[in-house]
Each structure stands twice: as C-alpha cells, then as structure tokens.
C-alpha cells in the first residue's frame, strides 16, 4: 500500500484499509506506478487525510460518549493554529488518574497550628493510600490497551500515565481533530474543540492532557547586567550583605573570601533536609560557577553540599557561551545553598512530553514520581493565570497538598511586573503557580543602603521606577482561587486600611481571591557568577531561592532534633500576625519591569499587603 515503514499497519486491518479505501486508494497507486516514479513514502504521503488517517489508525477504537466540556478552552493567543495535523504522526497524550478531593481537610489538619494533628504528617504510603485508587489506574490502563496505544511512561503510583500513538488513533479514541499549533518556529498537534472519553473510563480519568492544553508564557527573571572585573560593595547584594542585613546565623571569621569574612554556616542539623530548586526551557547550571561562586565569596566549598541533579541540565559549557542559559539556574543554586549550604541540594530539571507542555504539569508529574522526599522545593518561574487551564492547575495543587501533608512546602517567586501580568499590558494578571494557596508565594524588596537596617525606612518594595528597582515586585489577588481560611484577617486589616483612601487600588481585581505575595525579601542587584564572569542579576527570582534557603536550613535544625519539618508554613506565618517579620510600608507595584506605569497596583501598608 505505500504507507512508510515506520508506521507498519496492524494485521488485522489491512484487509479493512483496503475495503475502506476502494477504487480511490488503488487508482492513486496505479497513477504513480504508470508514471514509472513510484516511491512508497511519496505515494503514502500524497494520499488525502482521510486515506492516510485510515491506514494509521489502530485497531477497533471504542467510540468516545463523554464530552468534556472546556477541556480546550485557555488556548493561549501567542499559539497560532495551521493545518491538520499529520495523521500517521505519533504523539504523546498524558493522561491524569482522578484523585481523592478530600486532601485539602487533611493539608488544613496537618498545617492549621490550631489544629490537635499540627505538624503531625502522614507516610508516604499512607498519603498514596488517600489519593490514589488503584482501579481508576488499572481502568486508564485497559483503555490504553483497547485503543492501540502503548504506555510509555507511568509514575510510581499510576497518578499520571504517558501513552502513545498516532494522531489518528488520538483523534478516534478522543472524538476531536487534531491540528498543528505553532510558536516561535516549534510545532505540536493539539484538538482545536473539548475532547470526548467513554463512558467506562471518563471517572477514573482527570483530564487528558496534550490534547486541547498549550502551553503558557513562562516568565523567568528579567534583569542581569555584566559587572566590571572585581566592582563590589555595599550596594550589591552577596552572601554577606545577605547574612548581615537578615540576621542570618554565620561564623564568618575562620575564612574569607576574596573580599574579606563571609557568611559561614556549620554543618550543623540533619542531612535529610533536601531541598531543590525547580527549572525548565532549557536553563542549566554550572557546578564549575558554583565552585568559583564559593571561592570568591569565601563560603564553603561546593563539595560540601550534596547535589543530585535531574534531567541533566548541568552543563557549565553553556553558561560560558550564553549568561542567559544559566542566569536563572546559576542564582538559584548559588544562593539557595549560600543560607543552607550543607543540606542535600536537588537541581530539578522537568522534560517536557513536547514544546507545548505545560512546565507546571511536568513538575506536577515529577513530584509524583519522587523517590528522595524534598522537604523545601523553590520554583523561581510563573505564567498568567489566564493562561493556564484549571485543570493543570489542579494537577500542580494536588501534588503540592500531597508534599505538604508529608510535611514539604513549595516556594515561589511572585514575578517581576507588578499586579500587571507579564508586564507588556496594564491590567490585573495573577502569577501562577505564585497565586496558588498552597505554595509560600515570595516577593521583592530593596533597600536605600544594604549595609543599613532592613524594614521600613530603609527597605522598601522593589519597583523598577524607584531607586533603579530594575524590577517590580509581583502581588495582587487571585481571580481563580478563594481566599484561603489563614488569610481572613491580613487581608481584612489590609482593605480597612486602604478602602476610600488615596491608597485604595484601582478596580478589576478579585478582591475575594487568595492574596499574594506571602512574604517578601531582597530583590535587587544579587552578585552571581555565570560563565566564570560576575553578574547582577534582580527579581522575585532571587528572593524565592534565598527563602527557601532559610526554611530548609530550620528543618534541618528541626529534624536533627527529632521535631517535624514545618510543612505548609502559611497559616503558621498568618497566625503570627507578622511578628516573625520586619514590616515594609513604602512603595507600590504598579509599574512594571518594562517601565510600564499603570493605574492597577497596591500601595504597601502596615502590615500585609499584595
């Protein structure tokens, strides 16, 4: 029949292929070997689509009965739509089990320091027992099997299960067509309307993901500048401005660095506080820069930190050619294990399925399929809420609850444009995974002096038009997810002191949604090391690491002495009413990184604020 090698059709529906196709399918044979050019794959591809797609796709396909309504909704708009797909082309679907809904009681349980189980976390086994039913997985399974498909990846757990097969299989066994959606030269197939499952499955199944989601714009840090060879100071933040300026515990006198006494942390607490960091598109980081980062400052070497890297992206090669391949991997490492520089350290690189995954998805994925536990994880990544769909955002939240019920938080950036998105437009535009109730959401500060005192006068809130901010400080109010329990009297306290006020922020926001950031810290001007060369490098994306740093350095203090780790730390922070804090009332995120002044933003206050 001249269909490609590659795709060698079934036995039993070759016969079939050729009933289907009729005269139509042997005359476009006939033609092209009476032109004495035949080729198999010429012929095969000059086909029409549906002739193609009859000979591509797998055995008998139960018809799908279950629409699921909205499942291609949230296309972002910088995805353009072309032709159809290629039928005979393979693909990868990614299919999600449905998972207990009761495990947002449980996190409040465990995390609530009013609750009688505080801090009393569950096993591992007993989190997958919630979780997970197993007969949702072996029914994915069956119907994997039933369609032609073959599984080719599947967490330790069965949460998620990667199957492939071709388009025209998909485009049966999901009752959607299937079209190439391109962006910045990279293609993927994905359904252009809602996706269809049987009914037998459609319980145990999620969503289906790869099939009507594309992926959203991801935001990294924003601003890096070159430094003339050995220009430091004060002005600049390094471990040691770090230390000073936040109390954070240091020896400093035994060594020093290139530039006198840095910070120095005993190997003090337990060696089973892993904590990680979080990237993806392509960043590495450089193990020679870390190295180099530690000599220069006179920290530790870099061998005292156990470092486990997954998805091999760990090539300092890369950072020599392009800072940009590495600015964000390189500041994470470098200073999440500046303030915890002995405790296990994961660089956690997520593959994605194709160019139009979801990144939140594939770290949702990663999470599942964890051996090591990570106590502290810190993502220093975001896209508009707007963007994502809620079904992914679901999948992120779930495998957060689950980390913070075996007792994990998750740490992220609250971006570098304001309340204004990703900074090309004014408008309210939340910041996910930053908006999620169920991460610690980490925002941006500066400072007139760094060898000053931290808190209000002299910090003030990081924004790109004051004091050479380079970026703003990401916040606002989520227009997905409610406003958490642990919230109600920060945000309270926060409209009665802004409402009918000059202060009041201007309309369009979800006043009722979960308020973000959480916390905030330094921002501005971190020096890193990146291709052997020292940057300053600004963003949320510096605070969130330095963060992280900090809470899993109090586990391992925590867990050395046979206390529990401290979880999900929201509702702890909130019930504190702040005192764990120093205050910042001056400033506002309303100009974005890209000096877009806009009329949407909050002003700080005493107190909370966004």
Not at 525 to 544: K, N, P, Q
């Amino acid at each position: 029949f001249g269909y490609p090698p590659s795709q060698p059709l079934p036995r039993s529906r070759r016969h079939a292929c050729a009933v289907v196709s009729g005269a139509t399918f042997l005359s476009a044979v006939l033609v092209v070997v009476a032109a004495r050019s035949y080729d198999a794959t010429n012929a095969f591809s000059a086909l029409s689509p549906q002739l193609r797609a009859a000979a591509c796709l797998s055995a008998h396909v139960p018809e799908p009965t279950t629409r699921r309504t909205g499942s291609s909704a949230n296309k972002p708009t910088h995805w353009s739509l072309k032709s159809a797909a290629d039928p005979c082309s393979e693909h990868d679907v990614i299919i999600a089990t449905t998972q207990q809904t009761q495990l947002e009681d449980a996190l409040r349980k465990v995390s609530d320091p009013k609750s009688k189980n505080y801090r009393k976390y569950l096993s591992e086994s007993e989190v997958v027992a919630s979780a997970i039913d197993q007969e949702h997985v072996s029914k994915i399974s069956t119907w994997v099997q039933s369609i032609g498909a073959r599984e080719v990846k599947r967490t330790k757990n069965g949460e998620y299960i990667t199957a492939r097969a071709s388009v025209a299989t998909w485009a049966a066994a999901l009752g959607c067509e299937f079209y190439d959606y391109e962006f910045n030269g990279k293609s993927a197939p994905r359904c252009s309307e809602d996706y269809s499952l049987p009914h037998e499955v459609d319980a145990a199944v999620h969503a289906v993901f790869n099939v009507g989601n594309l992926a959203p714009k991801i935001s990294k840090l924003k601003g890096i500048t070159k430094l003339a060879d050995s220009q430091t100071g004060s002005e600049y933040v390094t471990p040691s401005v770090l230390a000073a300026f936040y109390s954070i515990p240091s020896t400093g006198a035994s060594t020093s660095g290139t530039f006198g006494p840095d910070i120095l942390i005993p190997p003090t607490g337990s060696a089973s506080a892993r904590q990680a960091v979080f990237e993806t598109q392509g960043e590495d980081y450089s193990p020679s820069d870390l190295a180099t980062f530690r000599t220069y400052f006179g920290l530790p070497p870099s061998t005292a930190t156990p470092i486990s890297n997954v998805g091999a992206h760990d090539e300092s090669v890369a950072c020599e050619v392009d800072a940009d391949l590495c600015d964000e991997g390189n500041l994470d490492m470098q200073y999440m294990t500046t303030v915890n520089p002995y405790g296990p350290t994961t660089y956690f690189y997520v593959t994605l399925a194709d160019v139009a995954t979801d990144p939140f998805l594939a770290f949702a994925m990663a999470l599942a399929d964890l051996v090591e536990p990570i106590y502290v994880a810190s993502i220093s990544w975001g896209s508009s809420e707007s963007e994502e769909v809620p079904s992914i955002m679901t999948s992120f939240d779930t495998e957060a609850i689950k980390l913070g019920l075996k007792g994990g938080t998750i740490v992220v950036s609250s971006g570098d444009d304001g309340a204004n998105g990703l900074g090309t437009v004014c408008g309210y535009e939340p910041s996910f995974p930053a908006s999620s109730p169920n991460v610690l959401a980490v925002g941006a500060t500066n400072a007139y002096d760094w060898s000053g005192s931290a808190g209000a006068p002299n910090e003030i809130v990081c924004q790109a038009d004051i004091e050479g901010g380079v970026v703003t400080s990401g916040g606002g109010f989520s227009g997905i997810y409610e406003q958490p329990y642990w919230q109600d009297d920060a945000v309270e306290a926060y409209f009665a002191q802004v409402d009918s006020t000059v202060n009041q922020p201007a309309g369009g926001f979800a006043k009722g949604g979960r308020g973000y950031p959480d916390v905030s810290l330094a921002g501005k001007d971190f020096e890193v090391v990146i291709g052997d060369v020292l940057y300053l490098v600004s963003g949320t994306s510096a605070s969130a690491p330095s963060v992280a740093g900090m809470l899993a350095r109090i586990n391992a203090g925590l867990l050395a002495a046979g206390k529990p780790s401290v979880g999900l730390v929201n509702p702890t922070l909130y019930a504190s009413s702040g005192s764990f804090a120093n205050d910042i009332t001056s400033g506002d995120n309303k100009c974005t990184a890209y000096l877009l002044e806009c009329a949407e933003g909050f002003t700080a206050t005493a107190g909370w604020d966004p």
